[in-house]
C-alpha cells in the first residue's frame, strides 16, 4: 500500500512539501511558545515578587512585642487580595486564608535561609505561583545590617490570566502550522505543475518515439536543467532518426538488390532445370562419374531454383503485394493431396468434414514446409492431426526426435535461422518456416513451435475458419 501511494513523483513532491511546511512550523511555533511561555511565566513572577515586596513594607514597622496570633493575623489580612491569598507564620504560629499544604520544603527551606523565593505548584490540577520571603529587621550595624525577624510570609498567586495567555499563544502557533501547511501545499501543487508538466512531456515523447514515430520532439523552455534534458532528447531523437533512415535505405535497397536478382535468375534457372532434367534422363547411360556428376549437378539447380522461388516469395511479403485467392475447401483432402504430391510418407489424423476459407496454394506450402522440416530434422514417425471448432482449424504436425531446444524456440520462424549453427550447408534454405509462418499471418492466423511432453517437436497452425481479405 505504501509503495502504491509513493509511487507518482507529484504525490512525493506534495508529501515532501507537507512535511517540510509542518516541521518548519512546528519548529518555529514551537519555540516561540515555549519562549513566550517563560518570558510571560518569568514576567509575572518577577512583578509578583515585587508587589509582594511592597505589600511586605506596609508591615513596618514591626510590633516590638512578642508576636501574637492577632498580629499574624492583621498581616495576613493586608496581603489578601483578588488574585492572592496569604499566610504568615511566626514561631510554629500561622494565620491566613492560604493552605499551609501548597508550601513544598524546599520553598520553606529557600524563605528560612533569608531569601525571597517562588515556586510553581499544581493545587487542585490548577498551576498556581507560590512566593516566599522572611521578615528582616534593620540594625544599623554595617556589618551585620539585618536580622531576621522570625516572621515568614507567603502568597498564593492564580496565573488564570497567564494561562490563558499561554493558551491563546498555542492556539496562534496551531493556527500559524495551518496557514502555513495550506500554502506550502499550494507552493507544492504549483511547484510540481511547474517540475512535472515538461516530465509529462518527456514522457510522452519517449512513449511516441518508442512506438515509432521518430517526428516525436519536445519543446524546450528556459535554460534550466529540464531545458537541457529536453535538448538531449531532441538530439537523441535526430540522431536516431538518423540512423534508422538510413537503416530503413539500406533495408530497401538489400530486399530491391534481393528481389532483383531473384527475377533475372529466374529465367536461366528455368532453362538450367530443364537441362538437367534432360541430362537425368539420360544419366543411367552414361560412366559412374559422369552420372554422379549430372545427378549433383541436377540436384543442386533444383535446390538453387527453390531458393530463388523462396526469395521471390519473401520479396512479395516485405513489399505487401503477397495476397490470398481463397476457396472452400476440405482441409483434410488438401493436406493429403500436399502429402501425395511430395511422397511424404507420415501417419495422419484427418477428419473428413472439416472446411475453411483459405488460400489452397499457401496451405500447400505451409504443409509441405512443417512436414519436411519435420522428416529432415526430426524422426519418424511423423503425425499430422487435424482438429476444427466453430473459430477455426488447427493443424499439428509431430515428430519423434529430441525436440528443439530452449535457446532455438524464440528464433525458429527467423529467415535464414539454422539451429545447426556449425552446418555450412544443407538442403533447406533457412526460409522455410518463415515463408509458413508469413502464410499464417496473411491468413490472420497463427503458427507456433514447441515440445511434446513425450519428446519431439510440435508445429501448430491455427486458421480461421473465414479469412478476412
Given at each position: 500500500?505504501?509503495?502504491?501511494?509513493?509511487?507518482?513523483?507529484?504525490?512525493?513532491?506534495?508529501?515532501?512539501?507537507?512535511?517540510?511546511?509542518?516541521?518548519?512550523?512546528?519548529?518555529?511555533?514551537?519555540?516561540?511558545?515555549?519562549?513566550?511561555?517563560?518570558?510571560?511565566?518569568?514576567?509575572?513572577?518577577?512583578?509578583?515578587?515585587?508587589?509582594?515586596?511592597?505589600?511586605?513594607?506596609?508591615?513596618?514597622?514591626?510590633?516590638?512585642?512578642?508576636?501574637?496570633?492577632?498580629?499574624?493575623?492583621?498581616?495576613?489580612?493586608?496581603?489578601?487580595?483578588?488574585?492572592?491569598?496569604?499566610?504568615?507564620?511566626?514561631?510554629?504560629?500561622?494565620?491566613?486564608?492560604?493552605?499551609?499544604?501548597?508550601?513544598?520544603?524546599?520553598?520553606?527551606?529557600?524563605?528560612?535561609?533569608?531569601?525571597?523565593?517562588?515556586?510553581?505548584?499544581?493545587?487542585?490540577?490548577?498551576?498556581?505561583?507560590?512566593?516566599?520571603?522572611?521578615?528582616?529587621?534593620?540594625?544599623?550595624?554595617?556589618?551585620?545590617?539585618?536580622?531576621?525577624?522570625?516572621?515568614?510570609?507567603?502568597?498564593?498567586?492564580?496565573?488564570d490570566a497567564e494561562i490563558e495567555a499561554v493558551n491563546r499563544l498555542a492556539r496562534d502557533a496551531w493556527l500559524a502550522g495551518g496557514a502555513a501547511l495550506v500554502v506550502a501545499l499550494i507552493l507544492a501543487v504549483l511547484?510540481?505543475?511547474?517540475?512535472?508538466?515538461?516530465?509529462?512531456?518527456?514522457?510522452?515523447?519517449?512513449?511516441?518515439?518508442?512506438?515509432?514515430?521518430?517526428?516525436?520532439?519536445?519543446?524546450?523552455?528556459?535554460?534550466?536543467?529540464?531545458?537541457?534534458?529536453?535538448?538531449?532528447?531532441?538530439?537523441?531523437?535526430?540522431?536516431?532518426?538518423?540512423?534508422?533512415?538510413?537503416?530503413?535505405?539500406?533495408?530497401?535497397?538489400?530486399?530491391?538488390?534481393?528481389?532483383?536478382?531473384?527475377?533475372?535468375?529466374?529465367?536461366?534457372?528455368?532453362?538450367?532445370?530443364?537441362?538437367?532434367?534432360?541430362?537425368?534422363?539420360?544419366?543411367?547411360?552414361?560412366?559412374?562419374?559422369?552420372?554422379?556428376?549430372?545427378?549433383?549437378?541436377?540436384?543442386?539447380?533444383?535446390?538453387?531454383?527453390?531458393?530463388?522461388?523462396?526469395?521471390?516469395?519473401?520479396?512479395?511479403?516485405?513489399?505487401?503485394?503477397?495476397?490470398?485467392?481463397?476457396?472452400?475447401?476440405?482441409?483434410?483432402?488438401?493436406?493429403?493431396?500436399?502429402?501425395?504430391?511430395?511422397?511424404?510418407?507420415?501417419?495422419?489424423?484427418?477428419?473428413?468434414?472439416?472446411?475453411?476459407?483459405?488460400?489452397?496454394?499457401?496451405?500447400?506450402?505451409?504443409?509441405?514446409?512443417?512436414?519436411?522440416?519435420?522428416?529432415?530434422?526430426?524422426?519418424?514417425?511423423?503425425?499430422?492431426?487435424?482438429?476444427?471448432?466453430?473459430?477455426?482449424?488447427?493443424?499439428?504436425?509431430?515428430?519423434?526426435?529430441?525436440?528443439?531446444?530452449?535457446?532455438?524456440?524464440?528464433?525458429?520462424?527467423?529467415?535464414?535461422?539454422?539451429?545447426?549453427?556449425?552446418?555450412?550447408?544443407?538442403?533447406?534454405?533457412?526460409?522455410?518456416?518463415?515463408?509458413?509462418?508469413?502464410?499464417?499471418?496473411?491468413?490472420?492466423?497463427?503458427?507456433?513451435?514447441?515440445?511434446?511432453?513425450?519428446?519431439?517437436?510440435?508445429?501448430?497452425?491455427?486458421?480461421?475458419?473465414?479469412?478476412?481479405?
Amino acid at each position: 500500500m505504501t509503495g502504491w501511494l509513493f509511487r507518482g513523483l507529484r504525490t512525493r513532491l506534495l508529501v515532501a512539501f507537507a512535511l517540510l511546511s509542518v516541521f518548519t512550523a512546528l519548529a518555529v511555533a514551537g519555540i516561540g511558545y515555549v519562549q513566550a511561555r517563560d518570558g510571560i511565566l518569568q514576567r509575572t513572577q518577577d512583578n509578583a515578587a515585587v508587589e509582594m515586596t511592597n505589600q511586605l513594607k506596609q508591615l513596618y514597622p514591626l510590633p516590638r512585642r512578642p508576636v501574637n496570633s492577632s498580629a499574624l493575623q492583621l498581616a495576613a489580612d493586608r496581603l489578601n487580595g483578588r488574585r492572592n491569598s496569604a499566610l504568615v507564620t511566626s514561631g510554629g504560629h500561622s494565620e491566613g486564608n492560604m493552605p499551609a499544604s501548597v508550601i513544598t520544603p524546599e520553598l520553606r527551606g529557600a524563605v528560612q535561609s533569608g531569601r525571597v523565593a517562588w515556586q510553581r505548584v499544581d493545587v487542585g490540577g490548577v498551576t498556581q505561583l507560590v512566593l516566599g520571603s522572611p521578615l528582616l529587621i534593620a540594625t544599623g550595624d554595617r556589618r551585620n545590617p539585618t536580622v531576621p525577624s522570625g516572621i515568614e510570609v507567603y502568597e498564593l498567586r492564580n496565573l488564570d490570566a497567564e494561562i490563558e495567555a499561554v493558551n491563546r499563544l498555542a492556539r496562534d502557533a496551531w493556527l500559524a502550522g495551518g496557514a502555513a501547511l495550506v500554502v506550502a501545499l499550494i507552493l507544492a501543487v504549483l511547484a510540481a505543475g511547474s517540475v512535472l508538466r515538461p516530465v509529462g512531456e518527456l514522457q510522452r515523447a519517449a512513449r511516441r518515439l518508442g512506438a515509432g514515430d521518430l517526428d516525436a520532439r519536445i519543446a524546450v523552455r528556459g535554460s534550466d536543467e529540464l531545458a537541457s534534458v529536453a535538448e538531449t532528447f531532441n538530439s537523441t531523437a535526430d540522431s536516431l532518426q538518423r540512423h534508422v533512415g538510413e537503416l530503413r535505405r539500406m533495408e530497401a535497397d538489400a530486399r530491391r538488390f534481393v528481389a532483383d536478382v531473384s527475377h533475372e535468375l529466374r529465367t536461366p534457372l528455368a532453362a538450367m532445370t530443364a537441362v538437367t532434367d534432360m541430362l537425368d534422363a539420360e544419366a543411367k547411360r552414361l560412366p559412374d562419374a559422369a552420372g554422379e556428376a549430372v545427378r549433383l549437378v541436377s540436384q543442386e539447380t533444383h535446390n538453387l531454383a527453390r531458393l530463388v522461388n523462396d526469395l521471390i516469395e519473401v520479396t512479395r511479403f516485405d513489399s505487401g503485394t503477397a495476397s490470398l485467392a481463397v476457396d472452400d475447401v476440405d482441409v483434410a483432402e488438401a493436406v493429403r493431396a500436399t502429402l501425395r504430391a511430395r511422397g511424404f510418407a507420415v501417419e495422419t489424423d484427418l477428419p473428413d468434414g472439416i472446411r475453411a476459407r483459405v488460400d489452397p496454394r499457401r496451405l500447400d506450402v505451409i504443409v509441405a514446409n512443417l512436414v519436411g522440416n519435420a522428416l529432415r530434422h526430426g524422426a519418424e514417425p511423423v503425425t499430422v492431426r487435424l482438429r476444427g471448432d466453430q473459430a477455426g482449424i488447427t493443424l499439428s504436425v509431430e515428430d519423434s526426435g529430441s525436440g528443439l531446444d530452449e535457446e532455438v524456440l524464440p528464433h525458429v520462424f527467423a529467415r535464414f535461422y539454422k539451429a545447426d549453427t556449425a552446418r555450412s550447408r544443407s538442403e533447406g534454405s533457412g526460409l522455410g518456416l518463415a515463408i509458413a509462418w508469413e502464410n499464417a499471418r496473411l491468413h490472420h492466423g497463427e503458427l507456433t513451435a514447441g515440445n511434446r511432453p513425450g519428446g519431439g517437436a510440435v508445429f501448430t497452425l491455427w486458421l480461421p475458419r473465414e479469412v478476412r481479405q
